[in-house]
């Protein structure tokens, strides 16, 4: 590239950053102040507020779903209707930037060459084709791109393609990803927060803002609960080397800055070899139930098991913090999915055949059983069972539910060669009389499964212990 | 080249696959049951923390850990175990380990939002007569213990079941020293 090839900077401001006019005066002169820095900048924007504001994403969709709540809408359709949020955004946002005697110009997703696969909803980026932006800021202009939303190619009707949307976290992908096709110098991601906190805080008064995390310790804490970058803003620039920063649209500190792990590690200062091995922040997540199927020491164990995660899976039902004991089988699932999960298991039965074992009746059928009063169909279909089927022998696998838990994490770099992690955690945790239903851990991550009500006080334990000591 | 010039610029392909991408493979793991003797204890709270100290003192670090009602279960490096033994046997509880496993970890992106990998995964393992000894999963991956003579026959059929190259099974140190 040539030495007067335009420095491009990357900035997207997110819901809060654009829902009133002062706030978006404030994003404006971000943009102003990197663009008399010598910068040139990119903006990328999501939709006006949260949350029933009159041009949020959700508002938008209850337009749609209004017309008649027993017609889901097309895909096509919702996604025009989704993106719709975005385009009024970066119009006012850059009709913002130029009141203030700025060139500027709001582009779709399509219009800045987003291509998507045509997974409405949750299209993934195929490439970007930067022509129209390159020459954009070229001619001077700050192109004010909607975050959240591509086009797919054209097809053998629409010229050009259908609009898409990229799906939860879908303005950082695109910021992310226009910072990578436009060989960005930075990207920024512009929040209500002046960056990565230690913890939620709202929950933790301590939480402090990390100078600089890894882009695997930022994908953790995000997938674990903190609302930062999404992951997969977080996984392309990780893939391709992009600096990324989280910084506050409401203050000029200087937020966190986020890097490969060679880059945190050699930073040295506060810093150095020690961020291999750090607890970087706490986090919690999901309200989920987890669920407990007693099957005994039998020895069909495996076969029960594979046909409870088929049931689960044809169903649509995500079951995590899978656990295997010699005479249970355990898991979590999200509380929305509960009541169909329960539907599966109460009464659900499972028939093994017992092939050569002398003496046994021709097969034995497994019965689940929920305990405290929910199982209608086991009540049902029991003694049917036991009248067609005489020559079988029927065992009950009494389920049980642990309705109102969460998930309360510790995010650890390489925690698994440290010994003495999750005792550290279960102490705090039961010293206060703070139930572990279950644990879970990943290489970047210890998790427990606790009681809603215990979550503010889980938080605050363990970023005392482990981040404040 | 006139800096003016707009300048052609490649298109550029980046977001990765959705669904499972790679299969990490860590050699040399074991597996320890350890009893939590419920009379000897006020609380089951208080067998697991007396459990994960002595683990704590003998400086074992361990993944997979898993609560039970009446033990602990955890996966460790294979070059821990004696170590194990020998702490669980100096605290008088009674562990059951077995050696010679594999720790098998299938990444995904956005697992938890996706229905039917586990299932997916214990079939491939079912086909490849490879015992599960413990499994945990996060939000990209799902992690397998499985004995270790049933290691390359379970790496093929996860393959086979996910569509991926031999490339994209990665070996993976558990210990500092190996990593070195």
């Known amino acids: ?469 | 080249m006139d800096s003016r010039t707009p300048q052609i610029i490649p298109n550029v392909t980046f977001e990765r696959e959705r669904g499972v991408h790679a299969i990490q493979v860590t050699h040399d793991v074991a597996h320890a049951v350890m009893a939590i003797d419920s009379e000897a204890y006020p609380t089951h709270a208080a067998g697991v923390q007396f459990l994960l100290r002595a683990l704590n003192d003998a400086q074992i670090p361990l993944f997979l850990i898993k609560l039970h009602r009446t033990a602990i279960t955890a996966g460790l490096a294979g070059v821990y175990l004696p170590k194990l033994e020998e702490a669980m046997a100096r605290e008088g509880i009674r562990v059951k380990t077995r050696r010679d496993l594999s720790l098998i970890i299938v990444k995904a992106a956005l697992m938890r939002e996706t229905s039917g990998v586990m299932v997916q995964i214990s079939d491939a393992l079912v086909a490849a007569k490879a015992n599960l000894f413990q499994t945990g999963d996060s939000h990209n991956s799902v992690q397998c213990l499985i004995e270790a003579d049933r290691t390359d026959a379970a790496l093929n059929e996860l393959c086979k079941t996910f569509h991926l190259e031999a490339s994209a099974v990665i070996e993976s140190p558990l210990t500092e020293e190996r990593a070195r």
Request: proline share 5%.
């Open chain 1, 1 to 469: 590239m040539s030495l007067l090839s335009p420095r491009i900077l990357v900035q997207k401001f997110g819901g809060t950053s654009v829902d009133r006019p002062e706030n978006r005066a404030l994003a404006a002169r971000k943009v102003i102040k990197a663009k008399n820095a010598g910068f040139s900048p990119v903006v990328v924007v999501s939709a006006i507020g949260r949350n029933g504001a009159p041009y949020a994403t959700d508002t938008l969709i209850k337009v749609l779903r209004d017309v008649d709540p027993q017609v889901p809408p097309a895909p096509h359709e919702m996604d025009m209707i989704m993106a719709c949020g975005e385009i009024i955004s970066s119009v006012v946002f850059a009709h913002t930037l130029q009141t203030m005697g700025y060139k500027a110009i709001a582009l779709s997703g399509g219009q800045a060459g987003i291509i998507t696969n045509p997974e409405f909803g949750n299209a993934r980026i195929l490439e970007i084709r930067p022509n129209a932006l390159h020459k954009l800021i070229e001619a001077g202009y700050i192109p004010v791109v909607c975050g959240f939303q591509g086009m797919t190619e054209p097809d053998e009707i629409l010229e050009p393609g259908s609009i898409t949307t990229l799906g939860r976290g879908g303005s950082d992908t695109t910021a992310s990803a226009l910072g990578v096709a436009l060989k960005a110098v930075a990207v920024e991601i512009y929040t209500d927060v002046d960056g990565v906190k230690t913890a939620d805080p709202s929950l933790v008064e301590n939480a402090r803002t990390l100078d600089i995390c890894t882009y695997e310790e930022v994908a953790e804490m995000a997938h674990q609960g903190a609302k930062v970058v999404h992951p997969r803003a977080a996984e392309i620039a990780m893939d391709h080397n992009i600096p990324l920063w989280v910084k506050s649209t409401f203050s000029d500190l200087p937020g966190t800055r986020i890097a490969n792990s060679e880059e945190s590690t050699s930073t040295g200062g506060d810093y150095g070899e020690s961020m291999r091995y750090r607890t970087t922040g706490i986090a919690h997540t999901g309200k989920v139930v987890f669920i407990r199927l007693e099957t005994g020491e039998v020895t069909h164990k495996s076969e029960i098991e594979r046909q409870v995660y088929r049931m689960m899976a044809e169903a649509g039902v995500n079951i995590y913090f899978v656990t295997f004991s010699p005479t249970s089988i355990s898991f979590a699932v999200p509380r929305s999915l509960y009541p169909i999960a329960r539907d599966l298991l109460d009464g659900m039965i499972v028939p093994v055949r017992n092939e050569n074992q002398v003496g046994a009746k021709r097969a034995t059928y497994y019965i689940f059983k929920y305990e405290g009063g929910l199982d209608l169909a086991y009540r049902v279909q029991r003694p049917l069972l036991m009248s067609v089927e005489p020559d079988v022998e029927i065992v009950d696998v009494p389920a049980t539910a642990i309705e109102n838990c969460t998930v309360v994490s510790v995010i650890a770099s390489n925690h698994r060669r440290i010994p003495g992690v999750l005792m550290t955690i279960h102490e705090t945790l039961t010293k206060a009389g703070i139930t572990v239903y279950q644990t879970a851990d990943s290489e970047m991550s210890v998790s427990c499964l606790i009681s809603e009500s215990d979550v503010k006080r889980a938080v605050q334990l363990l970023h005392e212990r482990l981040l404040e000591q």
